[in-house]
C-alpha cells in the first residue's frame, strides 16, 4: 500500500514487537521476514514489552551517567563558579535524562532510584564528602533545583494540558482518554502511565491542597 504511493520500507531496518498476540507466525514484507524483538529504540527512547518506562528510565540513566562522566574535569575545575557547573549540569546532564520522561510510569522505587541519581551528581559538584551530613533538603535550598521526581509530575501535567486543550477529535486525546472493553483479569490491576498520572498524582495533589 505504502509502494502505490512512492514509500519505500527497507525492511532489513524493520522490526515488530509482540504484545498480548495470540498468533506467532512470521510478519513478512515483500516475502522477508520482519525481525521479532522484545525492545527497540525509538527517537531516542527505548520502548519495550512490558509498555511502561522501567527499561526506558534504565537507559537514560546510564546515558546521563556518561554524560556527567565525560565533563567530569568541568566539575574538578577550581576557577569554575559553582553557578555555572550547576547550570551545565541542568543543561547537559539533567536534560539528558528526563528526554521522553512525559511518558513515563514511574513507580516509588524509580523515583528514588533518580532522584538519588541527582543528589550523588550534586554532591560531587559541590564537593560535599560523603562523611558530611547535609540533607537532600538543604542542597534543594542551595541549589533551587527540584527533586527529578516533581520534575517529572510537572513536565508529565504540561504535556497533559497540552494534549487536553486540542479539539475532541485529535488522535493525540482519543488516544489518552481511550479504554478499553471487556472485563479485566482478576487481581490488582497494572499500575500503568494513566493509573500514575491521573489517580496516584491527582489524589496526591488534593492532599496536599491547591497547587
Given at each position: 500500500m505504502a509502494?502505490?504511493?512512492?514509500?519505500?520500507?527497507?525492511?532489513?531496518?524493520?522490526?515488530?514487537?509482540?504484545?498480548?498476540?495470540?498468533?506467532?507466525?512470521?510478519?513478512?514484507?515483500?516475502?522477508?521476514?520482519?525481525?521479532?524483538?522484545?525492545?527497540?529504540?525509538?527517537?531516542?527512547?527505548?520502548?519495550?514489552?512490558?509498555?511502561?518506562?522501567?527499561?526506558d528510565i534504565k537507559n537514560r540513566l546510564g546515558k546521563a551517567r556518561g554524560a556527567f562522566r565525560n565533563l567530569r574535569r568541568i566539575w574538578t575545575n577550581g576557577a569554575?563558579?559553582?553557578?555555572?557547573?550547576?547550570?551545565?549540569?541542568?543543561?547537559?546532564?539533567?536534560?539528558?535524562?528526563?528526554?521522553?520522561?512525559?511518558?513515563?510510569?514511574?513507580?516509588?522505587?524509580?523515583?528514588?532510584?533518580?532522584?538519588?541519581?541527582?543528589?550523588?551528581?550534586?554532591?560531587?559538584?559541590?564537593?560535599?564528602?560523603?562523611?558530611?551530613?547535609?540533607?537532600?533538603?538543604?542542597?534543594?535550598?542551595?541549589?533551587?533545583?527540584?527533586?527529578i521526581s516533581v520534575e517529572i509530575r510537572r513536565r508529565r501535567w504540561n504535556w497533559i494540558g497540552h494534549i487536553m486543550r486540542k479539539e475532541t477529535g485529535n488522535h493525540a486525546r482519543v488516544a489518552m482518554e481511550w479504554a478499553p472493553e471487556g472485563r479485566r483479569k482478576v487481581g490488582r490491576p497494572k499500575t500503568t502511565w494513566r493509573r500514575t498520572a491521573i489517580k496516584r498524582e491527582t489524589r496526591m495533589a488534593g492532599e496536599a491542597g491547591p497547587m
Open positions: 509502494g502505490r504511493i512512492g514509500l519505500n520500507m527497507n525492511v532489513k531496518k524493520c522490526k515488530h514487537m509482540r504484545m498480548n498476540n495470540r498468533v506467532d507466525a512470521p510478519l513478512k514484507i515483500n516475502n522477508i521476514e520482519v525481525e521479532d524483538v522484545e525492545e527497540f529504540i525509538y527517537l531516542g527512547a527505548k520502548v519495550s514489552k512490558d509498555g511502561g518506562g522501567t527499561e569554575i563558579g559553582r553557578k555555572t557547573k550547576l547550570t551545565l549540569f541542568k543543561t547537559l546532564v539533567r536534560s539528558v535524562l528526563l528526554y521522553g520522561s512525559e511518558a513515563w510510569k514511574v513507580t516509588k522505587r524509580e523515583e528514588q532510584k533518580l532522584d538519588a541519581f541527582q543528589f550523588k551528581c550534586i554532591r560531587r559538584i559541590l564537593k560535599i564528602p560523603w562523611t558530611e551530613l547535609v540533607s537532600n533538603d538543604r542542597i534543594m535550598q542551595q541549589t533551587g533545583i527540584n527533586r
